[in-house]
């Protein structure tokens, strides 16, 4: 199993454009998490997901978009990139959403907006 | 709504030196907690958690943390540290009961670094 995995890994973007992350689990999780991580600040929940078809605001929504069109995948989006979105960007699955299953986390995507 | 804190932002430390990486939360309701490792370059793993019954829990690489209720606290421990335990530290709590969606709120982490 690979687990949780994330493209791309690395991205420059300049401001105004647009780009989506691609979170994939093959683990057959329901819940999924995409989560930003900023220096001193920890990781900081954008946008989860439920199941496949579901999608729900987190902490930190705005400049963002999402879609779990297939329970393996889930889609973050950034329609028009600004500097403050600049971040290392973490996907998480879980089983189910109860304090017993455990969140597995991607490797990361690190995106700088210049 | 809940809250964490990490009251050190960096730990250095010699290696075989025993270490304490300090938790303290905030919450209006009863919680679990839980301590997750990243290692450089790496994603999250779940080191250890705190669900209810024995208020100290231990990972299997020999760290150790104690709920403390009365004083909101889920301190990390271990009594040696090895280079390899090098890596930043997070803590983190979910709610307990309700349709929490497994939804987590992390500290600001910890960064360990042991000397050899």
């Known amino acids: 199993n690979a687990g949780v995995t994330q493209t791309p890994k690395f991205r420059v973007l300049k401001t105004g454009q647009s780009m989506t992350l691609l979170c994939a689990q093959d683990?057959?999780?329901?819940?999924m998490y995409w989560y930003r991580q900023d220096p001193g600040m920890g990781l900081r929940l954008i946008h989860y997901?439920?199941?496949?078809?579901?999608?729900a605001k987190g902490e930190v929504p705005d400049g963002y978009n999402v879609s779990r069109l297939k329970k393996q995948n889930f889609l973050l989006g950034l329609e028009s990139a600004a500097p403050s979105q600049t971040s290392v960007y973490f996907c998480?699955?879980?089983?189910?959403?109860?304090?017993?299953?455990?969140?597995?986390f991607g490797p990361g995507t690190r995106l700088t907006v210049t | 709504a809940q809250s964490v804190t990490q009251l050190d932002s960096q730990v250095p430390v010699f290696e075989e030196a025993p270490v304490e990486l300090r938790c303290n939360y905030s919450?209006?309701?009863?919680?679990?907690l839980f301590w997750y490792v990243q290692y450089p370059n790496q994603g999250l793993q779940l080191l250890l958690k705190?669900?209810?019954?024995?208020?100290l829990v231990e990972s299997i690489n020999g760290f150790e943390a104690e709920f403390n209720k009365s004083q909101t606290s889920f301190h990390l421990r271990k009594p040696s540290v090895h280079i390899s335990d090098t890596a930043e530290y997070f803590c983190?709590?979910?709610?307990?009961?309700?349709?929490?969606?497994?939804?987590?709120?992390f500290g600001q982490g910890t960064i360990l670094t042991v000397h050899p």
């Open positions: 998480a699955s879980s089983y189910s959403g109860g304090p017993t299953y455990e969140q597995y």
């Open positions: 983190a709590v979910g709610r307990a009961g309700g349709t929490s969606y497994g939804k987590l709120t």
């Open positions: 705190y669900l209810s019954g024995s208020t």
């Open positions: 919450s209006s309701v009863s919680v679990y």
């Open positions: 997901s439920v199941g496949e078809g579901t999608t």
């Open positions: 683990m057959n999780h329901e819940y």
